[in-house]
């Protein structure tokens, strides 16, 4: 992994405050996620990067990377790809495309990067494979169909492959709701400290803003409650799926026991595109 995540964090932090729109909370945060391992949907896991590596090792490969928090994807593709895979970043945010770039000047890496939203995305039959890691909960119900349509349309054929990370589980509601709201933020906090991590400002308003952060991320818990939502929602956009799997999520103790409160799991599939939805 090439990343500098404290240093990743505290720019991450700095760029949304010019860069982002509603998503601000998100992109300033996510990084520190990563470093406490609050997420469970951190990148470079065994599974994932397996994939990814078999998908893209041979020449010419062509891959776009669906949605990126921060660098944590590319930084992966990076450790996997071999230097002739051309690489495209595609996010509706500018924070996290700008550090997409600023990594890949620093490793000497190129890549393009395309601001837009991937339910309008236009691409038709150009990328070899496809990476969206814990995505689907952040687009819009409404959207999410016609988001994974638009991918489908984007894989070559016939050897083109969606590789989707994603999660299940229940809602956060009833008793687990008071224990969320109370030890969230504060387990994030303490947990930077005691790595002496250097908080971005004091620790009052880095709570505050964690806090805030942290019912923004209840209400995208319980997104999708079963597996077969996604494989009825990913056949509807025009997927047959070739493999499928539960992976483990990266996690510390008080949010993997959490997680387990709510039934989280997280799942890796790889799909290809139908044949009979060939676009001419």
Request: hydrophobic share 40%.
């Amino acid at each position: 992994m090439s990343e500098d995540l404290p240093r990743l964090a505290a720019e991450a932090f700095r760029l949304s405050r010019s860069l982002c729109g509603p998503c601000q909370n998100y992109h300033s945060l996510w990084t520190y996620q990563r470093i406490v391992g609050a997420s469970g949907g951190d990148v470079g896991t065994p599974e994932v990067n397996s994939v990814l590596g078999r998908l893209l090792s041979f020449p010419g490969r062509e891959v776009l990377i669906a949605g990126s928090a921060d660098t944590g994807l590319l930084a992966s593709v990076f450790d996997v790809a071999p230097s002739d895979c051309r690489i495209v970043v595609l996010d509706q945010c500018e924070t996290p495309l700008k550090l997409c770039r600023q990594l890949g000047e620093r490793l000497r890496r190129q890549i393009t990067t395309f601001k837009m939203n991937l339910a309008q995305m236009p691409f038709q039959e150009q990328f070899d494979v496809i990476l969206a890691h814990s995505l689907l909960q952040y687009i819009a119900p409404n959207d999410r169909l016609e988001a994974l349509r638009r991918m489908s349309r984007a894989l070559r054929r016939p050897d083109g492959r969606l590789v989707l990370v994603f999660r299940t589980s229940d809602r956060i509601e009833g008793e687990l709701l008071d224990e969320y709201r109370i030890g969230y933020a504060a387990n994030v906090v303490d947990q930077l400290q005691a790595l002496n991590i250097p908080l971005p400002e004091s620790r009052d308003h880095f709570q505050r803003q964690v806090e805030i952060y942290a019912e923004e991320r209840r209400t995208r818990e319980g997104a999708h409650t079963s597996l077969k939502e996604i494989q009825e929602l990913v056949s509807n956009a025009g997927f047959v799926v070739k493999d499928l799997r539960q992976i483990e999520a990266i996690q510390t103790k008080p949010f993997r026991e959490f997680a387990n409160k709510i039934s989280k799991k997280r799942f890796l599939m790889v799909a290809k595109p139908c044949m009979k939805n060939r676009i001419r």
